[in-house]
């Protein structure tokens, strides 16, 4: 591919705050307009990668280039061409919706016709018009998150970054942010989206990355990464079973060849294993254990049966938050459990 | 040229949209009124003087009961408080010392006079020296010394008709009036001030309060808005613009300039209106003054900003930054009376220049030659506070 056609280029960048390596010598490229999937466990590196990106923050080391400027030595380039929905809304309460909009595009040198004609165009497209005189205070969340789509679409950038723009949002309004993005990536641009929902994830995006302890553990589509557990003799195995403890949970999560192991619900056990003969162990486990197993079929794996293959089962609790959210020395760190 | 349009386009934008947030925020609006007004009240009224001190209860065990005890007792209760009906005490005849010390200590009397038996005897008949005592309340050291210094000016007075009357009625008759009374009070002090009119507490208070409200509106508002934009994440909305960061810093003092200023002519007009404050300078050195201070002031405030990501965190440094200051830079208190060390940290603080210009122009009239040093000084700490402080909040937010 010519190097052109990259929209994205990131070279080696990390980012440490003291001993912490929250983003830890990464390298992707993302074409035009397709739409890139960031996937990770909480403090895996995702928002401080995209908050590198958007330059919110300067990168310890490596270089990137965002719609082919680059974010250390030309910021403001990189900041014409881009728009930010971060995982916090960039909305004013006290200012009406439409206001918002005129602020941020007077920010982005905007002419006053042109927040005018694309502030109507994108609050008409995103179903807010009827609501522009109001305060951004009394809308609900998903209003809120409509007007900031339509504020980071305003200035028309060519990469778009979204940080789980569909958190805390209803099912309706979830699926209408969901087929807008879909129609933003089809009108060309360029769309970085952190998620950890894996239906969105796998409904939107061409190509997902895996991120884990500021690492990329895997990048590829969303068919070839579920390759990785059956190309690696992966099974996910649907177990249920009669008289299940949590001693006989514990033993099958104990075995060597078991992965995962989830509860979807009482008595089924979603089982994750690699390697020869992984079954019949499962099994054989459980029933040593007073387990009586009454049915076990074999699952085609899903996006979440990789990402809990890749990165694990266990909880990750963050003692700071990923990134200060406009910079601040901190000396993170981050503790985990299992 | 463009840059410098465009640099102070953008700062107009974040004044512009912050003053609106601020307008629209009606508890921020209600709050930004009563706390001059407040301060007003407090400094105004609540600071005991001797010409605000009325209706102190004080007890009077008069032992004598003779002509000149009564007539003392007379004068004490009709003593009234200056240019007013109202009377400065309400005086209480008490039974015994050991009443004196029980109602002092239950609080109902603030203070006693014990005049002694064979007071007035003593000295009509026996022309001896007598002496009263005053009992003080030593839980309230500022009524008290008050109290003291206005019935030591009672009884000084009253010994000083007695003195004439007695040298006028055994050697005066040989004498005029204007030598009796030189006999008696040989000496006498006029005061003259600078400026017309009577020296008065809320004058030399006035200024202080001006500088510390718009000192108070910057550095507070000023941490607490870049704060509340970090914590809610506005704030990276306006990062993301292709802005300079010192343009949003300007925007952001722009508007806590513009209330700061708000402020300070809210306290002005009270203060003329409420307690006849008198200007005697130039409303425009003062507003020059009053600018600079804040100017004096943004880098500090810039400096918390960038170094707290919470509101609360920067309300709380910011109130241990001023509380200070608002002591020891003479606002309230006359610098001259603080210790060594303490006069040496005031001159450190911008405040304390801000306050001193403010008040040579508003209380002695001072031009700008006279206000020259304090504005220079002013200058100085804002240029060399920003020369900090702007690269550390670039730093920082870059991070």
């Not at chain 1, 965002?66 to 006290?94: C, S, W």
């Not at chain 1, 952190?194 to 969105?200: L, P, Q, R, V």
């Not at chain 1, 979807?264 to 054989?284: D, K, N």
């Not at chain 1, 459980?286 to 694990?312: C, M, Q, Y």
């Given at each position: ?303 979440e049966d990789v990402f809990l293959h890749l990165t694990g089962t266990e909880i990750r609790d963050e003692i700071s938050s990923s990134v ?15 | ?399």
């Amino acid at each position: 591919m010519d190097e052109q056609q990259f929209d994205i280029e990131v070279e080696g960048l990390s980012k440490h705050f003291g001993d912490l390596k929250a983003v830890n010598n990464i390298s992707f490229q993302v074409p035009k307009g397709e739409i890139f999937g960031f996937l990770g466990p909480n403090g895996a590196g995702k928002s401080t990668t995209i908050r590198m990106l958007c330059t919110l923050a300067r990168p310890t080391s490596g270089s990137a280039k965002v719609a082919g400027y680059d974010i250390v030595t030309q910021p403001d380039e990189v900041r014409r061409n881009i728009g930010l929905v971060a995982e916090k809304l960039i909305l004013y309460d006290r200012l009406t919706a439409m206001e918002n909009l005129w602020f941020f595009g007077r920010m982005n040198h905007m002419r006053k016709e042109d927040i005018k004609t694309r502030g109507e165009e994108w609050l008409k497209k995103l179903g807010m018009w009827e609501w522009r005189d109001k305060l951004g205070g009394t809308f609900s969340t998903g209003m809120k998150q409509r007007v900031n789509i339509a504020r980071a679409l305003l200035t028309e950038p060519s990469v778009m970054f979204l940080d789980e723009p569909t958190l805390g949002l209803d099912p309706q309004t979830t699926r209408a942010i969901r087929q807008f993005i879909k129609e933003m990536a089809e009108s060309g641009i360029t769309v970085v989206l952190t998620t950890h929902e894996m239906a969105e994830a796998e409904a939107l995006c061409d190509r997902i990355s895996i991120i884990d302890h500021g690492n990329i553990v895997a990048l590829d589509t969303d068919a070839n990464l579920k390759k990785i557990l059956s190309g690696d003799e992966g099974v996910v195995l649907d177990v249920e079973v009669e008289g299940m403890t949590d001693a006989t949970t514990t033993a099958c999560s104990g075995l060597d060849c078991v992965k995962a192991v989830a509860e979807p619900e009482a008595g089924r056990l979603r089982v994750t294993a690699t390697g020869q003969g992984a079954i019949r162990q499962v099994i054989e486990t459980l029933e040593s254990e007073g387990g009586i197993v009454k049915r076990a079929n074999t699952l085609e794996p899903s996006l979440e049966d990789v990402f809990l293959h890749l990165t694990g089962t266990e909880i990750r609790d963050e003692i700071s938050s990923s990134v200060p959210s406009s910079g601040g020395p901190h000396a993170s760190a981050k503790k985990r459990i299992r | 040229m463009k840059r410098f349009i465009r640099f102070f386009g953008d700062s107009g934008q974040v004044t512009k949209k912050d003053l609106k947030d601020f307008y629209r925020d009606r508890a921020r609006i209600v709050s930004f009124i009563i706390m001059p007004l407040f301060m007003m009240i407090m400094v105004g009224f609540v600071f005991p003087s001797q010409s605000s001190l009325k209706d102190v209860p004080i007890g009077i065990l008069n032992q004598d009961n003779g002509a000149v005890s009564t007539q003392v007792v007379n004068a004490l209760t009709n003593l009234k408080v200056q240019d007013s009906t109202k009377k400065v005490m309400i005086v209480k005849p008490v039974q015994n010392e050991a009443a004196i010390k029980e109602l002092i200590q239950k609080q109902e009397l603030s203070g006693a006079i014990v005049i002694p038996a064979g007071f007035s005897n003593g000295l009509l008949k026996d022309h001896e020296q007598q002496k009263v005592t005053v009992v003080t309340d030593q839980s309230n050291p500022q009524i008290s010394s008050i109290l003291t210094a206005m019935l030591g000016q009672v009884f000084d007075q009253m010994g000083k008709q007695m003195s004439t009357l007695a040298i006028k009625s055994t050697i005066g008759t040989q004498l005029s009036n204007s030598t009796v009374t030189a006999l008696v009070t040989p000496m006498v002090v006029e005061t003259k001030g600078l400026v017309a009119g009577k020296p008065n507490y809320f004058q030399f208070v006035a200024p202080g309060v001006i500088a510390m409200v718009t000192m108070m509106a910057v550095m507070m508002g000023l941490a607490g808005s870049i704060a509340r934009e970090k914590e809610q994440g506005t704030m990276d909305g306006i990062l993301v613009a292709p802005v300079s960061r010192f343009s949003i810093i300007m925007g952001k003092t722009g508007a806590q300039t513009v209330r700061g200023l708000l402020q300070g002519s809210i306290v002005l007009l009270l203060a003329m209106t409420l307690f006849h404050v008198k200007v005697y300078g130039n409303f425009l050195i003062m507003l020059l003054v009053v600018i600079l201070g804040i100017f004096s002031f943004v880098g500090l405030g810039i400096l918390v900003s960038a170094a707290v990501e919470e509101q609360e965190t920067a309300m709380t440094i910011m109130m241990t930054v001023t509380f200070p200051m608002l002591f020891l830079s003479g606002a309230f208190f006359p610098v001259q009376q603080m210790p060594g060390f303490m006069q040496a940290i005031s001159k450190c603080i911008p405040l304390t220049y801000e306050v001193q210009a403010l008040r040579q122009v508003v209380v002695l009239g001072a031009g700008l030659s006279e206000v020259l040093r304090p504005v220079l000084i002013l200058l100085g700490f804002g240029v060399v506070t920003l020369a900090i402080s702007v690269p550390a909040f670039k730093r920082v937010i870059a991070t």
